[in-house]
């Protein structure tokens, strides 16, 4: 697995110790008060993360597709910004993070799914 899989892989094991050391830390403190901003980490980095390497690794074409290093880079970002965004919201602190988070993960869905559908299609052989 190379280049923006490996990239993807490697934010993705990244994501998920940080997501099961929070997880750990709520279970031992049994204070879960953050409960969702740990599950969206996990999910959001850790899962979908790991789909999108594997997207990558399965499909050469679409990881040469330059967009594919700025999806990358969005989904890194809104995963930055979404995790503590939400723990910030849940606080009461600010709800700002969070929504500039959701955004970018929503803006970065929108622009795998053109990457997918530009990916041609596969040629079969006719008699
Ligand atoms: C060492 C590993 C993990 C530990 C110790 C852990 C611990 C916890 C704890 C204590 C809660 C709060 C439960 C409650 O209040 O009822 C929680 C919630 C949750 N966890 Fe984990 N977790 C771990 C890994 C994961 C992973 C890998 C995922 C996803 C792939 C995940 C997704 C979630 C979700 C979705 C919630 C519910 C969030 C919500 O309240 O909205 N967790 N976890
Ligand atoms: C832009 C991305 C996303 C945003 C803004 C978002 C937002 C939210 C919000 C506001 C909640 C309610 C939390 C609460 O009640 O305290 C929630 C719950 C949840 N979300 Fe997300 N979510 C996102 C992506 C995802 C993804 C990709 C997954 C799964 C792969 C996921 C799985 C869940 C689960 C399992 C719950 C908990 C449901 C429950 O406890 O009843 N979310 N999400």
Known sequence: MNGVARAFFLVAIVAGLCGMVWGIQMSASQDHTLSPAHGHLNLLGWVSCSIFAFYYHLVPSAAANPLARLHFGLVVVAVVLLAP???????????????????????????????????????????
């Open 85 to 127: 965004g939400v723990a910030l919201a849940i606080q009461g602190k600010t709800e700002l993070l969070a929504k500039l988070g959701s955004v970018i993960m929503l803006g970065s869905m929108l622009l795998f799914g053109w990457i997918v559908l530009k990916v041609p299609g596969r040629v079969t052989a006719t008699a």
